[in-house]
């Protein structure tokens, strides 16, 4: 029995969604016994000079994609909110909101951990927050020596010691990596090639009713 109210959150640029994302979330959702779940789209990422398709086009997709399943919502902050969206102001937004029981899960892929001493204010994200890590299995299995020093002393063992603090945990989930990524489908696009079974029809449908992801500057980044 979980003590504690909880929050999860799965960030992303999802340009666009994909299955694998949306598998990666149900199961982490029904891991991590949440009830409150949310998508969390990066509006303006500081991470990468661009995404493909507006903040705009990728929060309708997302909405697309889960408007059938009420339990997962979509967080749209920080495609509301101006300027570069950096995670930590995010998380000490939705602490405020709360309050300083309820523990905040922040869920992310095994490569987005890898770069996460690259984030704005990151140790910071721990005050704010648990981290829970899917793993990707071409990942490399090992952090960068600075995440794993200032972790070391933050693992947490299983899932329910993520409900006995609001934050300052990480935890390491295994979800099912679909071979899927955003990338890939967009060069399907770009190159007049159908990304179908890859991501919801509905989805598809947007993609192609917008004439999205026709134009892709950059080739396909292998994954
Ligand atoms: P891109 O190919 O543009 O880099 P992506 O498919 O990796 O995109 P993101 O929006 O960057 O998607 O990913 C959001 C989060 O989902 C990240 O934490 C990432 O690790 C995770 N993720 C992406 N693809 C998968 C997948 N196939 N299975 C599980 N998690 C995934």
Excluded at 83 to 104: H, K, P
Excluded at 145 to 169: C, I, K, N, W
Aim: hydrophobic share 40%.
């Amino acid at each position: 029995m979980n003590t504690r109210p909880a929050i999860g959150l799965f960030g992303g640029t999802f340009d666009p969604v994909h299955f694998g994302h949306l598998r990666a979330a149900s199961e982490a959702k029904e891991k991590l016994g949440l009830e409150d779940f949310r998508l969390l789209p990066v509006g303006k990422p500081a991470h990468r000079s661009q995404t493909y398709a507006t903040a705009e086009h990728r929060l309708a997709m997302l909405r697309l994609a889960v408007a059938e399943h009420p339990d997962i919502s979509v967080d749209s902050r920080e495609v509301r909110r101006s300027g570069v969206s950096y995670m930590v102001d995010t998380l000490a937004e939705i602490r405020i909101e709360s309050g300083v029981e309820t523990a905040i899960i922040l869920i992310v892929g095994q490569d987005a951990a890898h770069g996460l001493t690259s984030w704005c204010r990151w140790k910071e994200l721990f005050d704010y927050a648990h981290l829970v890590v899917m793993t990707r299995p071409e990942s490399p299995d090992n952090f960068p020596h600075e995440l794993e020093d200032f972790v070391r002393e933050r693992r947490a063992g299983q899932v329910t010691d993520l409900y006995q603090s609001p934050a300052g945990l990480l935890l390491d989930l295994e979800v099912t990596q679909l071979a899927i990524s955003s990338t890939a489908i967009r060069g399907d696009v770009a190159a007049a090639r159908s990304p179908r079974f890859l991501l919801p029809d509905r989805i598809l449908g947007y993609i192609g009713f917008h004439s999205l992801y026709r134009q892709n500057p950059l080739p396909p980044k292998q994954k």
